[in-house]
């Protein structure tokens, strides 16, 4: 089992809409986690970092659940530009090392 | 505000050849990290370090080396290039903290033919 999985999409989303997604982890080593967004062929880039209590940045909501494992991201009023592969990452252990996961393509169409 | 700077930004080698990727940051981070992404993959980590001189292995180190003698430059050495190491590399910098996110480059695009 990886340590960090995500359904990889797509998500199919309609501009203005409200899309969300999770990943779950198995990591028990990983004590922070962070979503990245990725453009293709671009490096990723931190969008937020995820708390226990939950926490909004704009239009994204990120949620972590750690009785039962999983991270959320709810992106709300979708934009175009919100289009790309949305990755959940576990950070913890040895040289708090970043753990991956596969990553969720989201699609926003007009 | 240069961040993490990788060179070269794109490669093509032949099996066996060797060659060095490049990693500087100027943002004074003790961690280094290099990472590789397979077409429609998550990043896997090969190597990183938490310090000059200190470097460790990550999930997939086999084929690659690291060195890292100054706080701002990591290189990644490739000796013997096979197909199987055509990837993207991206080299990552941060802070040990634990909501400290890591910073990445740009990339480089390593193609074996």
């Known amino acids: 089992r990886k340590e960090v999985e995500q359904d990889p999409g797509p998500f199919n989303v309609p501009e203005g809409a409200t899309v969300a997604f999770n990943c779950t982890y198995s990591n028990s080593a990983s004590q922070s986690f962070f979503w990245y967004r990725q453009d293709c062929r671009k490096e990723p880039k931190l969008l937020m970092s995820v708390y226990s209590s939950g926490n909004e940045d704009g239009r994204f909501t990120a949620q972590l659940n750690r009785a039962s494992q999983y991270i959320s991201l709810l992106i709300r009023d979708s934009k175009l530009s919100d289009s790309a592969t949305y990755l959940c990452?576990?950070?913890?252990?040895?040289?708090?090392?970043?753990?991956f996961g596969g990553g969720t393509r989201v699609l926003v169409k007009p | 505000n240069a961040g993490v700077t990788q060179t070269p930004k794109f490669r093509i080698l032949k099996i066996g050849q060797s060659m060095t990727l490049q990693c500087t940051q100027d943002?004074?981070?003790?961690?280094m990290y290099w990472y590789r992404q397979d077409p429609g993959m998550g990043l896997k980590l090969i190597y990183y370090s938490v310090g000059a001189g200190i470097t460790d292995k990550g999930e997939v180190p086999n084929g690659y080396n690291v060195s890292r003698s100054t706080t701002e430059d990591f290189p990644l050495r490739l000796e013997l290039a096979a197909p199987s190491q055509t990837s993207v590399y991206f080299c990552?910098?941060?802070?040990?903290?634990?909501?400290?996110?890591?910073?990445f480059g740009d990339g480089t695009r390593l193609s074996i033919l």
């Open positions: 990452v576990g950070k913890g252990g040895a040289g708090n090392k970043l753990t």
């Open positions: 943002m004074n981070h003790n961690y």
């Open positions: 990552a910098s941060g802070y040990p903290g634990g909501n400290q996110p890591q910073h």
